[in-house]
């Protein structure tokens, strides 16, 4: 007997956004899903061969890149950041806009950057962090945080930040400016690679039903 397809979804501000494409390519979670107060991370769905965890946006990429869960949502800052040669990613479901950018204390965003050869910067994204400064011949120092980022220049943690950003009312809030854009983000469809393979038969259709959902918009 096919064991179920495990989909892995991220807990956090893709979560509401995806619901509505889930529901529109025909997976619904059971009720318990939507209970606030369940501490379940497995759930089943309308449909019998589909079940969702809900995890951190990080470790969805970690679940279908080692097959724990065959297909999955997460943005593609996770995409790009963790590159894990055995993730597909075929459809950008154009939700979860933001961008990954850099920002400084409104003081010293005018600093002159070719003066400089080594900068420490605090994020959760050193692989990103370390290619947009070697580019521009700068050594990052990357400090790993996953929260809090803000804080990092106030309390003498490093000068700089990578982090994502909406509407930049929580950088405006801490003394922070905006100075660079490192890339633009939208929430994208993966797909274990060697599992698509095996069960192309189940997982092509919802890739196509994906596809519909959102336009037959391919990713990038």
Request: hydrophobic fraction near 45%.
């Amino acid at each position: 007997m096919t064991r179920s397809l495990t989909f892995a979804i991220p807990k956090g501000r893709i979560l509401d956004e995806a619901l509505p494409l889930l529901a529109k390519a025909g997976i619904e979670p059971e009720a318990e899903f939507h209970d606030k107060k369940s501490r379940a991370l497995r759930f089943a769905t309308n449909r019998p061969d589909v079940s969702i965890i809900r995890v951190r946006a990080f470790d969805v990429a970690t679940f279908v890149a080692h097959g724990a869960a065959q297909i999955g949502i997460v943005g593609s800052d996770v995409v790009e950041e963790f590159n894990y040669s055995e993730l597909y990613a075929p459809v950008d479901l154009d939700i979860g806009h933001c961008r990954l950018s850099v920002a400084e204390p409104v003081d010293a965003a005018d600093e002159d950057q070719a003066a400089m050869s080594h900068v420490r910067v605090a994020t959760k994204y050193p692989h990103l962090t370390r290619r947009y400064y070697e580019a521009r011949g700068l050594q990052a120092e990357c400090v790993k945080l996953n929260g809090a980022m803000e804080l990092a220049p106030s309390l003498g943690l490093s000068r700089r930040i990578v982090d994502l950003v909406s509407s930049g009312a929580t950088l405006k809030a801490n003394g922070l400016v905006e100075t660079d854009i490192i890339m633009q983000i939208s929430a994208r469809l993966i797909v274990n690679r060697a599992a698509y393979k095996m069960r192309s038969a189940e997982l092509t259709p919802l890739i196509d039903a994906f596809r519909a959902a959102v336009g037959v918009k391919d990713a990038a």
